[in-house]
T-cell receptor, first 117, second 116 residues
């Protein structure tokens, strides 16, 4: 079984500043995917970024980037130029690759991010 | 993009009654759907995996007789909370996996259930 740990229950950042959310995971799998999801007050789950474990290059999506350290089993999310709309709960998630595992996610505890004007 | 619609968005029911929540994939066929439960400011916990045409697989600790799951077609899975009690009040979210088996989960909007 895999576990995902987010050790920061809450974070805050000033608008336009940069913030990094931490995530570590534990697994014995060699093929997997890692995700960051955003859950705003509407509670709709929104995919922020995805990382394939076999790729060494860190994923980037506009203002969002990750620092994927496979050996350390670490997967942090950096948000640059923070905006008020980034205020949400952020979840780190793990998905085992292959067959019937696709789609099944294991989530971390979540980090509530507040962006202040 | 892949759209998953969950209905209703919120429901209030009396203790002892049953409530059905629907999860539909609108523009793709979902061989597998997943049901999660989320308490306020907490994480999503997987309850069960729903496979089209077969019995659902429940996670340890989830009462299969209380949370009935049916996946009768490639676009619809339902979760029925039977004999609901106040402790069943929670936010329930479904997600779906496409038939192509992409490494991506598509989420419904969620259902807020309040049992009074």
């Amino acid at each position: 079984a895999q576990t995902v740990t987010q050790s920061q229950p809450e974070m805050s950042v000033q608008e336009a500043e940069t913030v990094t959310l931490s995530c570590t995971y534990d697994t014995s799998e060699s093929n997997y995917y890692l995700f960051w999801y955003k859950q705003p007050p509407s509670r709709q789950m929104i995919l922020v970024i995805r990382q394939e474990a076999y790729k060494q290059q860190n994923a980037t999506e506009n203002r969002f980037s990750v620092n994927f350290q496979k050996a350390a089993k670490s997967f942090s999310l950096k948000i640059s130029d923070s905006q008020l709309g980034d205020t949400a709960m952020y979840f780190c998630a793990f998905m085992k690759a292959g067959g019937t595992s696709y789609g099944k996610l294991t989530f971390g505890q979540g980090t509530i991010l507040t962006v202040h004007p | 993009g892949a759209v998953v619609s969950q209905h209703p968005s919120w429901v209030i029911c009396k203790s002892g009654t049953s409530v059905k929540i629907e999860c539909r994939s609108l523009d793709f066929q979902a061989t597998t759907m997943f049901w999660y439960r989320q308490f306020p400011k907490q994480s999503l916990m997987l309850m069960a995996t729903s496979n089209e045409g077969s019995k659902a697989t429940y996670e340890q600790g989830v009462e299969k007789d209380k949370f009935l799951i049916n996946h009768a077609s490639l676009t619809l899975s339902t979760l029925t909370v039977t004999s609901a009690h106040p402790e069943d009040s929670s936010f329930y979210i479904c997600s779906a996996r496409s038939r192509q088996g992409m490494a991506e989960a598509f989420f419904g909007q969620g259902t807020r259930l309040t049992v009074v």
